[in-house]
């Protein structure tokens, strides 16, 4: 397992090298530059004072330069300086690591603790008005864009009925706020982030637990325990539910990149302080240094989630082993 694991942290590199590649070809091919952007058309900037600030950030060198340059300073964990406030990038990306993983690992709880038992009751109660209901529900899931949900969910609950903020993560006095008030202050911004990056997950994932619990419980050794006269409960969560969990883990591979590609857009409506803003601010912007260094810790982040799906299948599953 160890050389296994090994192994596949290796073949991260060559993947973190292409996208970082393509990541900063397409930043040079989008219309604009960062001295433009800066600058704009004021006429009281001298064509030389332009040249200096490229020069400054190596703007001036070719593409594989300006790469190789980059390339240089990530390997000692340097993503240079902001173009926006000259701020070192791997500082902002600390201040706004948390609230992601915040955001992100909360769904994957909320998706996978309501997704598993409801595909399970599916598949045991097939052909059920629970059944059908849920269904019902998973189609409406999947037909239902994401970033609609989010913004209807922000007029009904926050502009109509008040319940809840309309975004951010702390409102300003937070400052002044004890730490129980701060932290229950966070989770009432969180909830309708929370729940509309979940929203898609949930449905999908609850659809594949339905097909594997109802192609487990049609296996011999599933008639045979009954046979034997053991307990329901004991051979759907004991015997069937293990063995249907193996397709499931494949799922949490695809459901992180989702939850990572999805939080730019999410953010971006909610205005909560994570990477996935702070990407997206960088793109409008284009800071390079910055785009860059969300785009390589978004992609290990997803890399490593996919690593570690496979690994729980020797978990679940003790005949599968890596070499």
Not at 69 to 77: A, E, F, I, P, Q
Not at 123 to 149: E, R
Not at 209 to 214: A, D, N
Not at 223 to 247: D, Q
């Amino acid at each position: 397992m160890i050389k296994y694991i090994a192994k596949r942290l290796l073949l991260m590199v060559p993947m973190l090298l292409g996208i970082s590649l393509l990541t900063l070809l397409i930043m040079h091919l989008s219309p604009g530059d960062p001295t433009s952007l800066r600058y704009g058309l004021n006429p009281e900037v001298s064509g030389s004072a332009r040249a200096q600030l490229k020069e400054l950030y190596n703007l001036d060198k070719p593409f594989v330069v300006q790469y190789g340059c980059w390339l240089k300073r990530v390997v000692t964990l340097d993503f240079g300086r902001s173009f926006v406030d000259n701020r070192p990038v791997i500082d902002k990306i600390k201040e706004r690591l948390p609230a992601t993983l915040l955001l992100q690992i909360s769904a994957l709880l909320l998706i996978f603790s309501i997704a598993i038992p409801v595909g399970v009751l599916s598949a045991v109660k097939q052909n059920s008005f629970f059944d059908k209901v849920t269904t019902f529900l998973v189609f409406i899931g999947f037909a239902t864009p994401t970033f609609w949900l989010a913004l209807m969910l922000m007029r009904l609950f926050s502009f109509e009925l008040e319940w809840f903020p309309v975004s951010g993560m702390s409102p300003w006095y937070a400052q002044y706020m004890s730490l129980p008030q701060r932290i229950g202050d966070i989770l009432w911004h969180l909830v309708l982030p929370l729940v509309t990056l979940a929203f898609t997950g949930l449905a999908s994932l609850s659809r594949y637990v339905r097909y594997s619990m109802l192609e487990v419980i049609r296996q011999d050794y599933i008639r045979t325990a009954r046979a034997k006269g053991l307990a329901e409960n004991r051979i759907i969560f004991k015997h069937a539910l293990k063995n249907a969990l193996l397709p499931v883990v494949t799922i949490l591979g695809m459901t992180l990149p989702a939850l990572i590609g999805g939080s730019f857009i999410f953010e971006t409506i909610f205005a909560w302080p994570g990477m996935g803003r702070l990407g997206y601010m960088s793109i409008m912007q284009y800071d390079y240094p910055t785009v860059m260094g969300v785009g390589i810790i978004s992609v290990f982040l997803t890399l490593l989630g996919i690593l570690i799906s496979d690994i729980l299948y020797a978990a679940i599953d003790p005949r599968i082993r890596y070499e």
